[in-house]
């Protein structure tokens, strides 16, 4: 498959999961537990498809070089670094997450969940930037 279509697919998961978290996050401020759970495992579906769509395309395809020079490039480094960094901790995160709350352990969720859902969403804000920053801009 062409580049830019994996890499366009892949970021499509990522948007997709962080509207599904958002939905997720606004579904238990209703107190809707049911929607909760049904947008936050639809949020965790896609970014796990994201991180096998990813993980694939670096075998596939390798990295890709960012040539631009001036301001663009510490801002798209920048980002990157953060998103790079977030991502790696929201993994055993989301994880610890998702275990506690499947296990009916919803305090010890509700503890870790409220770092979780931020540093989950500005991991799928950052994603969806480097995308733009690499192909669009
Ligand atoms: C990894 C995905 C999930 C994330 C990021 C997440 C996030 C959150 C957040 C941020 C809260 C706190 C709300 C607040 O403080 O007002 C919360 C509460 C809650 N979540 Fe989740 N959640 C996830 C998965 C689930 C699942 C699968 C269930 C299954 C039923 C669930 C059930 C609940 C319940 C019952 C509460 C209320 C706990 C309480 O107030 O005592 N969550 N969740």
């Known amino acids: 498959m ?11 998961c990522i948007v997709l999961s962080g509207a599904a978290l ?10 809707d537990v049911r929607g909760h759970k049904a947008a936050m ?3 965790s579906a896609f970014a796990f498809l994201f991180l096998v769509l990813y993980l694939l395309r670096g075998q ?9 020079t001036g301001p663009q490039r510490w801002i798209y480094f ?11 901790a929201v993994v ?4 610890v ?9 919803f305090a010890a ?3 870790v969940a409220r770092w979780t859902f931020p540093i989950w969403l500005t991991v799928a804000v950052t994603g969806w930037l480097i995308y733009l920053l690499l192909y669009v801009f």
């Open 60 to 68: 596939l395809e390798g990295v890709v070089h960012y040539d631009r």
């Open 97 to 105: 997450t998702l275990s506690r709350a499947l296990r009916g352990r």
């Open 22 to 31: 958002v939905l997720g996050r606004w579904r238990i401020a209703r107190g």
């Open 2 to 12: 062409h580049g830019v279509s994996l890499a366009a697919l892949d970021t499509a």
């Open 109 to 111: 969720h509700r503890r």
């Open 41 to 43: 495992l639809t949020a």
């Open 78 to 88: 920048t980002v990157l670094t953060v998103h790079t960094i977030l991502a790696t």
């Open 92 to 95: 055993p995160l989301a994880a």
